[in-house]
């Protein structure tokens, strides 16, 4: 299992452009996160879905977008970057309960 | 609105000792906590889990514990090593399925 993957690993975005952060999983689970960690802070929640089809928003979603058409996929769609959104971010995947999370290795952007 | 907090932000202790660190949480009504580890630069990897019902795991060398109603966990690390150099993050899952995260201890074991 490769558990969860997230591409790019690295990204610079200038003002204004757009971009999407892959997330896969290949544990079948149904709940998918997104999250920001900026430096020094614990992770903020995003956005979260509960199964295909089916996403929420957590704490901080204003200039983000998700979708979910497959169990596997929960790609994290950001339009009009701003520098505010300089961060990391991770993606995780939980089984229904105790919902233990298992994290992806993150995405470095910087918003310039 | 939950807040986690952890203290203390930073810890150095030299090898061998055991150690405890600690989370606070201000609402009692969670689903679980969780622990996790973060090497610099890296994702995070889960240490322990603990359900609402149960009071404390353990895992080799570390164990969690959950008081519930005074809205605090420790996690302890015994005989440290200086491989356990890491931040250590403590997050609780509430009904929604919201997890709140602890802004982290970064813990440092001199040899």
């Known amino acids: 299992n490769a558990g969860v993957t997230q591409t790019p690993k690295f990204r610079i975005l200038k003002i204004g452009q757009s971009m999407t952060l892959q997330c896969t999983q290949d544990?079948?689970?149904?709940?998918m996160y997104w999250y920001r960690q900026d430096p020094g802070m614990g992770l903020k929640l995003i956005y979260y879905?509960?199964?295909?089809?089916?996403?929420d928003k957590g704490e901080v979603p204003n200039g983000y977008n998700v979708s979910r058409s497959t169990t596997e996929d929960f790609p994290l769609r950001l339009e009009l970057a701003a520098p505010s959104q300089t961060s990391v971010y991770f993606c995780?995947?939980?089984?229904?309960?105790?919902?233990?999370?298992?994290f992806g290795p993150g995405t470095r952007l910087t918003v310039t | 609105k939950q807040e986690v907090t952890q203290i203390p932000a930073a810890l150095s202790v030299p090898e061998g000792e055991n150690l405890v660190l600690n989370c606070s949480f201000t609402?009692?009504?969670?689903?679980?906590l969780q622990w996790f580890r973060q090497d610099p630069g890296k994702g995070l990897t889960s240490l322990l889990l603990?359900?609402?019902?149960?009071r404390e795991q353990t895992s080799g060398r570390l164990n969690a514990s959950l008081d519930k109603s005074s809205g605090r966990s420790t996690l302890y690390i015994a005989a440290s090593q200086p491989g356990d150099s890491a931040t250590y993050l403590c997050?609780?899952?509430?009904?929604?399925?919201?997890?709140?995260f602890g802004a982290g201890t970064r813990l440092t074991v001199k040899p």
């Open positions: 995780a995947s939980s089984d229904s309960s105790p919902y233990e999370q298992y």
């Open positions: 544990m079948n689970h149904n709940y």
């Open positions: 879905s509960v199964g295909a089809g089916i996403t």
């Open positions: 609402d009692s009504a969670i689903y679980n």
């Open positions: 603990i359900q609402s019902s149960q």
């Open positions: 997050a609780v899952v509430e009904g929604n399925n919201d997890m709140r």
